[in-house]
């Protein structure tokens, strides 16, 4: 039988790809660093419009991340540019 992915897993994985606490992402989402320690264990079920909250708050960290990751790469003149 196939592993079904959970809420908790899911918010989970969204957490540390964005490099973040479970601190760090109860303060984006308002919420209590316990909720999201319940979600992640699932003890607590959350809402599917919160889990695309979370979704969000995750991918603008990841983008800013890799914003400032490639804004310390070295420009080379003429390399990967059309």
């Known amino acids: ?3 079904k992915t959970t ?3 899911i918010v989970r ?3 540390t790809l964005a490099d973040m606490t479970q601190e760090d992402l109860a303060e984006v989402a308002n919420t209590s660093p316990a909720y ?3 979600v ?3 003890i607590a079920r959350p809402t599917p419009q ?6 969000a708050a995750a991918a603008a960290r990841i983008k800013a991340t890799a914003a ?3 804004a310390m ?3 080379h003149c003429g390399v990967g540019r059309a």
């Open 1 to 3: 039988m196939a592993h």
């Open 7 to 9: 809420a908790g897993e």
């Open 13 to 15: 994985s969204l957490r």
């Open 36 to 38: 999201i320690s319940r």
């Open 40 to 42: 992640e264990n699932g």
């Open 50 to 55: 919160w889990i695309g909250n979370i979704a």
């Open 68 to 70: 400032a990751a490639a």
């Open 73 to 75: 790469l070295p420009i």
